[in-house]
């Protein structure tokens, strides 16, 4: 099965409101994480990254934790709009060998920003 | 910098037809990756090529391949198409030297299979 999956598949949100996107992940010897987020239509784009010897990342608009302890990532999007409308993974990247690293993603989480 | 690109966009086939999906990855990237998804299965990788040579490979099929070439474009085929190969083909791009590279993807291409 997939090391790495989300709690709630969909979440929806008043404009506005903050946004809490959760994942878990199983591989403790994991050191780099992604979300993603995907459009209707597109591929995933990326948002924001964050390394194992990190807590906790920010960016515009958006926060990433990450808390190893209990193997858990979160990704927080302050005052949602509506253009934040989209399905969400996060992603664990796996070492394969032979210098090679795959990702490997949680179902996705649909967020629904209601005007 | 021009991003992930990938052609065609959208495929029909009929089952037992192949097929040949491109990705042109971002200038300067040496490393793609070919992921599929699907409604049931999600995201799933499939395989890696780095300097013209696979080096990883996910859980399918010998039906499904690939190849890189000198320039970094890649291409993957899938041969003997059945209905559930029906899925979008998503291509993602990276410079393939360290465990803590972001991988950028392109708009993917929707295969449906009749």
């Known amino acids: 099965g997939e090391s790495v999956g989300l709690h709630l598949p969909t979440l929806s949100v008043q404009e506005g409101d903050n946004s809490i996107i959760n994942c878990a992940y199983s591989?403790?010897?994991?050191?780099?994480f992604i979300w993603y987020k995907q459009e209707s239509g597109k591929g995933p784009q990326f948002i924001i990254d964050?390394?194992?010897?990190?807590d906790k990342r920010q960016g515009q608009r958006v926060t990433v934790l990450l808390n190893k302890t209990v193997k858990h990532l979160s990704l927080q999007i302050a005052a949602t709009q509506p253009g934040d409308s989209a399905v969400y993974f996060c992603?664990?990247?796996?070492?394969?060998?032979?210098?090679?690293?795959?990702?490997?993603f949680g179902k996705g989480t649909k967020l629904s920003v209601i005007p | 910098k021009a991003g992930v690109t990938q052609t065609p966009r959208y495929l029909i086939k009929t089952r037992g037809q192949q097929v040949t999906l491109s990705c042109s990855p971002i200038?300067?990237?040496?490393?793609v990756s070919w992921y599929q998804q699907t409604p049931g299965q999600g995201l799933q990788f499939l395989f890696e090529?780095?300097?013209?040579?696979?080096?990883n490979k996910g859980n399918f099929p010998g039906r499904f391949s690939g190849r890189q070439f000198s320039n970094s474009r890649s291409e993957m085929n899938v041969s003997t198409l059945e209905l559930g190969d029906s899925a979008l083909y998503l291509c993602?791009?990276?410079?393939?030297?360290?465990?803590?590279?972001?991988?950028?993807f392109g708009p993917g291409t929707r295969l449906l299979v009749l």
């Open positions: 993602a791009s990276s410079w393939g030297g360290t465990s803590q590279e972001t991988q950028y």
């Open positions: 200038s300067g990237h040496r490393s």
């Open positions: 090529y780095f300097s013209e040579t696979q080096r």
């Open positions: 591989n403790s010897a994991s050191d780099y």
């Open positions: 964050i390394r194992s010897n990190m």
């Open positions: 992603a664990e990247n796996q070492y394969s060998g032979a210098g090679s690293y795959q990702l490997t």
